[in-house]
C-alpha cells in the first residue's frame, strides 16, 4: 500500500524555506511498502509497490510504481506508474488526481486517475481509484498493520479491480474482476525504516477475464510464498 498523509507529515522530513511564497515546509518521503520474490507454481516473480511524495500539508505531488517481472519468461507481467495531486479533503482522506501509464506485455494504457486515499474507521489504509479512458475500470485496495509485538506486524491486504469494457489485447473482460489477497508477516530491523518479511499471495481472475486467461493456456489462479523487505525514509 501507500504513504498516506498521516504517515507522511510523521515522518517525513521537514525543509523550512524561505520567502513569503514557502509559508508551508515541505516534506517528501519514500516508501517501498512491497519489494519481494514471489515463488509460485508457474515463473517465479519479482514484485515491487512503491511511493515517493513532496510538498506540503495541503498538496502533494505522488509517484507511484507498481511492477511484476517473470523470471522464466524474462519479461513484465505488469509495470504501472502514476503521477498523482493529493490534497485533503477531510482529517483522515486526501482526494487524489492524476495520470496512470501501464506497459504491460499488451498495448500501452494511459488513464486519467480520480480517486480518494486515507484511513478508513479502525485504521485500515484505503486506495479507492476509477481510471478513465476508452477502457475505463475502478480498484480499491485497503490494508491494515496489526502489531504483535512492538517489531513484529502483520499486514494482511486485499485489491479489487473491475473493468466496464473488453480490453482483449491485455487480457481483460468486461465485468470480469481481478482479486489480489496477501498477509505478511515482517520485523522491524531499524525502527520502521527497513523491515524483512515473509507472507503468502494469492491472485485470481473471474468472468470474462479468467475465461480469456485460459484461452491463452493461463491460469486463472496462483498462490505464491513471498519474501521481501519493507523500506521506508
Not at 498523482?84 to 506485455?105: N, W, Y
Not at 473493468?163 to 470480469?176: K, L, M, R
Request: glycine share 10%.
Amino acid at each position: 500500500m501507500r504513504l498516506h498523509h498521516v504517515l507522511a507529515g510523521a515522518v517525513a522530513p521537514a525543509l523550512s524555506l524561505a520567502g513569503p511564497a514557502f509559508a508551508e515546509p515541505l516534506i517528501w518521503g519514500f516508501q517501498a511498502e512491497q519489494l519481494e520474490y514471489r515463488l509460485g507454481e508457474g515463473s517465479d516473480i519479482l514484485a515491487w509497490d512503491a511511493d515517493a511524495l513532496i510538498g506540503t500539508d495541503e498538496l502533494k505531488v505522488v509517484w507511484r510504481s507498481d511492477g511484476e517481472y517473470a523470471l522464466d519468461e524474462d519479461a513484465f507481467e505488469k509495470l504501472e506508474n502514476q503521477l498523482r495531486l493529493q490534497t485533503p479533503i477531510t482529517d483522515f482522506f486526501d482526494a487524489v488526481v492524476g495520470v496512470r501509464v501501464s506497459t504491460p506485455a499488451g498495448p500501452d494504457r494511459v488513464h486519467g486517475v480520480v480517486g480518494l486515499h486515507g484511513l478508513a474507521p479502525q485504521w485500515f489504509e484505503i486506495d479507492a481509484d476509477l481510471f478513465v479512458s476508452d477502457e475505463p475500470f475502478a480498484r480499491v485496495e485497503a490494508e491494515y498493520e496489526a502489531l504483535l509485538t512492538n517489531r513484529i506486524i502483520l499486514t494482511p491486504s486485499v485489491e479489487f479491480e473491475l473493468p466496464f469494457t473488453d480490453d482483449e489485447p491485455i487480457g481483460v473482460g468486461a465485468w470480469g474482476p481481478r482479486l489480489e489477497v496477501g498477509a505478511r508477516l515482517s520485523y522491524d530491523v531499524i525502527d520502521r525504516a527497513v523491515a524483512p518479511y515473509v507472507g503468502v499471495h494469492y491472485e485470481r481472475s473471474f468472468g470474462e477475464t479468467a475465461d480469456l486467461a485460459r484461452a491463452d493456456g493461463e491460469d486463472a489462479g496462483a498462490v505464491y510464498f513471498v519474501a521481501g523487505v519493507r523500506v521506508m525514509f
